[in-house]
Nanobody
Framework: QVQLEDAGGGLVQTGGSLRLSCAAS????????VGWFRQAPGKEREFVAA????????YYADSVKGRFTISRDYAKNTVSLQMNSLNPEDTAVYYC?????????????????WGQGTQVTVSS
């Protein structure tokens, strides 16, 4: 069974940074388009960032553009989300998601596989 493992969440103060990671078992993540999403309490899940399997294309939600960076490590078969200048509005459970690469790329989904989520809490 395919599993995505997202990790790296935690508690940080406003202005701080966190780095989330997404790894996979039973699939080669390097061949997949990967996205990050988040869901805050009482809100719908929203798109955060995505990276194409080639690594050459990235896409961000306006709310995180310039603060978050998504990247791939092909040697480790992982995808990371570097989050800087965090603020309380970034507090949410963050999920990575993956979809096997095709000629077309839809950064905001749909995705086939999802991680279990990692909590990010930003205190004011």
């Amino acid at each position: 069974q395919v599993q995505l493992e997202d990790a790296g969440g935690g508690l940080v103060q406003t202005g701080g940074s966190l780095r989330l990671s997404c790894a996979a078992s039973r699939l080669t993540l390097n061949n997949y388009n990967v996205g990050w999403f988040r869901q805050a309490p009482g809100k719908e899940r929203e798109f955060v960032a995505a990276i194409r399997w080639t690594g050459g294309n990235t896409y961000y939600a306006d709310s995180v553009k310039g603060r978050f960076t998504i990247s791939r490590d092909y040697a480790k078969n992982t995808v990371s989300l570097q989050m800087n200048s965090l603020n309380p509005e970034d507090t949410a459970v963050y999920y990575c998601a993956a979809k096997y690469s095709t000629s077309a790329w839809f950064p905001e989904g749909p995705y086939d596989y999802w991680g279990q989520g990692t909590q990010v809490t930003v205190s004011s």
